[in-house]
């Protein structure tokens, strides 16, 4: 049984920055490895995403300012997070597909909020 615990989450000032810990347990290694938001009222969108052997992908509204790197060694998925503004308030989660399995596993969200 795959787990995933967010970690990294926290108020913090228009500016500032945060470093989100993703740590997954339960297999191996993981071909998918990406984080999600949701704000209130608000879909569940793409952050950030790297697989496996691939280049990083990023929604538009954070490239630039946030980077998402793994370390397989620990099954460990970071999300660094830069110049955060107000609209980047929101749950953020990690999602997993470990390698060789078509299903994902979800952590259970770590908050972060962007206020003065």
């Known amino acids: 049984q795959v787990q995933a615990v967010e970690s990294g989450g926290g108020l913090v000032q228009p500016g500032g920055s945060l470093r989100l810990s993703c740590a997954a347990s339960?297999?191996?290694?993981?071909?998918?490895m990406a984080w999600y938001r949701q704000a209130p009222g608000k879909q569940r969108e793409l952050v950030a995403a790297?697989?496996?052997?691939?280049?990083?992908t990023y929604a538009d509204s954070v490239k630039g300012r946030f980077t998402i790197s793994r370390d397989n060694a620990k099954n460990t998925v970071y999300l660094q997070m830069n110049s955060l503004k107000p609209e980047d308030t929101a749950v953020y989660y990690c999602?997993?597909?470990?390698?060789?399995?078509?299903?994902?596993?979800w952590g259970q969200g770590t908050q972060v909020t962007v206020s003065s």
């Open positions: 790297i697989i496996l052997g691939r280049a990083a």
């Open positions: 999602k997993l597909r470990p390698v060789g399995l078509g299903v994902d596993y």
């Open positions: 339960g297999s191996s290694i993981f071909s998918t």
